[in-house]
Structures are given as C-alpha cells and as structure tokens.
C-alpha cells in the first residue's frame, strides 16, 4: 500500500488514522484508530448499519469478526512495519458477550512472529476492558517481498 | 449476532436474499466499494466475509426452527482460501448440520458467483438463549 511504503521511506511508523480512513471497509464500520503505549487501539462508535440483531438490538456477530480482525491486521502492520497488508490465513472467533448499541474497543497481540507466518490474537470490549465481549485468534500470511 | 431474516448491517451492504430453506440458505453480496479491504487491488476485506459467511449460519440454524427462538453464536472459525475477485458478486450458502435441544452446528462457504472455487468456508457453532423472539 502506498501510504505504508511512503512512511518507510520516509523512515517513520504509518498513521493509523490514515490507514483505516484509506479502507473502505473500516471506514464504512466507522473503525478509527489511535497508537497508546506503542500499541494500536481501534474505536468502533455504535451505529444503526452495524446491527445484527434489532429486537435487542444487538451488534452483528460478522462486524465483531471485522473489528477483531481489523485488530489483527493492524496491529501486525504496526509492529512488523511492512508496506503491505498482511492476508489472513485462518481466524477463530469466540464470543464471550452480546454486542451491546454502544462504543466498542479492540487491540491485539503478536503471539507468534514466524518468517511468513504470524499468529496473533485480537480482543474486543465496550465499557470495560476487563470484560471483553468477544476474541480472536488467526494466522496472517506476511507479504512475500518483505521476507 | 445471527437469527432475523435479514439484518439492518446486510441492508446497508445491498445484500439479497436468495434462498431460504429449512437448514439451508443462500445470499448473494453484490461487489461495491464499501466492502474493499485492500484499496490498492480492490479485493473485498476479510472482515465482510467474515460477516456474511456468520450470517448464514445464523439464518441456516434460523430456518430449521419451527418456532422462533434466540440464539447466540459461540464460535466461529473461518478458513480463507483465495481473495475474492474484485468487481464480482460474492455468493453465500449457509447449511445447519445439526441440531440439539441447546446447541445448533452450522457451516458455510462463500465463492464467486458462476464459479466453483471456494473463497472462504466456515464452520460455526450456536446456543440457545432462553429468552424467546416476539
């Protein structure tokens, strides 16, 4: 990607505002991102296009899948610095609480770096951290010119 | 979360229904812009499959009750084999293997329309929640 190839060059880490807003997809979740303590955290503010589930009304169990795995790609972006996107492989997504109308957190975590390979996990919250409402694990394929 | 016929999320992205049969359902996801993951090819992101292939277990596990009931998915595992082909139409067929009295076993498998070869396949596993659908 363009603007990941241009922050290598210019020898600094990509802004993770300016990525999500150049991915149709999260910009359409409405997916923001900022970088605390040199880890990338995604903001997902509640709307009605996210809902799965109008009588409670719940968030859609595919766009917890999509914050998560966003996470995943992100976050491997972020630490691995690669002027690519990673491909996801395989992810298994757990779900642990309802999505509730409201605000919604995900980081993630390398838990494996391997040459070509990475296995990281994702973990998704709204009001408390502590009580994360869904995870998820999955290999991610690096870009083959970067290895 | 899985269960209504169609859900607010799959309206905004122009999917359609296109098949709905006891334990077995099919949806059809028209390429558009808002589904791109990767703005440089064009290929749609991995999160949208995600989204669709978990709906049609739902609405697979859906369609075999004879009453109404809420359910919750407990997990979900996908498999991505290839990118799907920018400017193609996604298909979506959900298929409920089993059910129990509290849990229900669906897969799924997504391919590109007029074509053979799976994008992603799913397998996805549900419980029944107490409470009961208006």
């Known amino acids: 990607m363009e603007l990941l190839a241009r922050a290598i060059r210019e020898g600094r880490k990509p802004d993770m505002a300016e990525l999500l807003a150049a991915v149709p997809y999260c910009a359409h979740l409405g997916i923001t991102g900022t970088v ?9 503010p509640f709307g009605e296009h996210l809902i799965g589930n109008p009588v409670l009304p719940a968030l859609h169990g595919g766009v917890i899948g999509s914050l998560l795995e966003t996470a995943a790609l992100v976050t491997v972006i972020w630490e691995t610095g690669i002027s ?3 491909k996801p492989v395989d992810i298994t997504i757990d779900y642990l609480r309802s999505g509730r109308p409201i605000t919604s957190f995900a980081r993630a975590r390398i838990a494996r770096q391997g040459r070509r390979v990475v296995n990281v996990h994702s973990e998704m919250w709204q009001d408390d951290e502590r009580r994360p409402i ?14 | 979360m899985a269960g209504g016929a169609r859900t607010p999320f799959a309206n905004a992205l122009g999917a359609e229904m296109v098949l709905v049969e006891p334990g077995r359902v099919r949806i059809r996801l028209p390429y558009s812009e808002r589904l791109i993951g990767n703005p440089d090819t064009g290929v749609v992101h991995g999160g949208a499959i995600t989204a669709f292939l978990d709906q ?3 609405m697979a596990v859906g369609s075999t009750l004879k009453e109404p009931r809420s359910f919750a998915t407990l997990d979900l595992r996908i498999d991505y084999m290839k990118p799907a082909k920018p400017g193609e139409s996604i298909v979506f067929e959900g298929e409920c293997i089993k059910l129990t009295r509290e849990i229900a076993f669906a897969r799924a498998r997504a391919f590109e329309e007029g074509g053979e070869s799976s994008i992603a396949i799913a397998t996805a596993t549900f419980m029944f929640t107490q409470t009961t659908v208006p």
Do not use: F, I, N, Q
Not at chain 1, 36 to 44: A, C, G, I, S, T
């Open chain 1, 134 to 147: 869904a995870g998820l694990r999955g290999h991610l394929l690096l870009p083959r010119t970067e290895t």
């Open chain 1, 36 to 44: 605390e303590d040199d880890r990338v955290l995604l903001r997902m």
């Open chain 2, 56 to 58: 049609s277990c739902g």
């Open chain 1, 84 to 86: 690519a996107l990673p």
